[in-house]
């Protein structure tokens, strides 16, 4: 699992690979927590390389958007998803909590 951050006028991109579970979710509430501090609300996912996300990285998803959200009027979009954890997302109910992008450069450019 890695976690990294790249930084663009309009917002900021978190990238992360491999599973999203209960051992990795708290190292990604940290990555979305420093950007909150840091006054930083547009914020992008990029999920390209995420092999998995449990119950806890979906509830780390939906606390970070309702902060980004709350704040600024910012918001989390999400990247790169692939089709098995779209379908897990949409099951979900959270297709319409977030926007969905095909690729970071839109994702980006939605902000």
Known sequence: M?????????????NMSGRIDSNTSPALTDAFKALQDDNKFNLVFDM???EFISSTGVWV???????CKKRKRGELVIANVNEKIQHSLDLAGLKHFF?????????????
């Open 2 to 14: 890695s976690i990294q951050t790249t930084n663009y006028k309009s917002c900021n991109v978190v």
């Open 48 to 50: 390209g390389e995420v």
């Open 61 to 67: 998803l939906m606390e970070t958007q309702k902060e």
């Open 99 to 111: 926007k969905f992008f095909d690729n970071v450069t839109d994702a980006v450019g939605n902000f």
